[in-house]
């Protein structure tokens, strides 16, 4: 036996718990590698993880980030007090409308159910119903002219027509000046004009933070018509007020849109 031949062996010796360790860690960083290079092992590793993180943050989220969310939107506000009062307004109206019409069937419901079944059928027997049916198909309304106006300054922002009926540009001016006098008139500031009647015209009027529509309507306007043309209305302004640079839209693109809400619509 040679001089290399008992270095070796005395290295063998030495060393032999190191190769073990050292092969162990050859093993783990080859199964390492390839886990890395397949999608699928490397998502059962990986997923469990990322969803665990995700339920403790969605957990801690209104801890940490409810308040600085909050008063980030508080000065959003504040700084976009009629962009903010323009989104919300159709929307509250929806809502409020919503839930008269609701407590209002409530109330129908809740009669219906205490008439004396004789009184049903004498109005069964009468054809009441009929009559009453046929009556308010000869007085229905109809939408003659659309105007959106500026609510200060008067000036028309667009318009639809069914019928050319009155002076656009002049009614706009007028139906302004009429809505401060009145409203500035009462005690009261924060009511608005809602109705103009002109012998055989009504002018429905909705008021905005920044605009005013007013709807110009022949026939019998009843209840059931203002109900239909507050809802015209809330649809319209929300999808108005959604389009990109809605304030510097030019009269014809606002008038489209206007014709689509309004035209062909039965009350």
Known sequence: MNENDKIQILKDILFAEDSVYIEKIANRLETLETTLNDKKKLSSKVDPIVLE??????????????????????????KNKDEVVEAIYPILGKMIKKYIAHEIKLLSEKINRQLSFKDKVKAWYKGSSKKREIIENLASCHIEQVLLVEKDSGLLKASYSNTQTIDEEMISGMLTAIKHFVEDAFVTKDQNLELIDYELYHIHLQSFK???????LSGTYTTRAKDKVQNLIFDFFEKFTRLEGYRTLDMENINQQLALNFGNEHL
């Open 53 to 78: 993180q995700l339920e403790e943050f969605k957990e801690s989220i209104p801890a940490t980030l409810g308040p600085t969310i909050t008063a980030t939107l508080k000065v959003e506000i504040q």
């Open 210 to 216: 920044n605009y005013y529509i007013a709807v110009v």
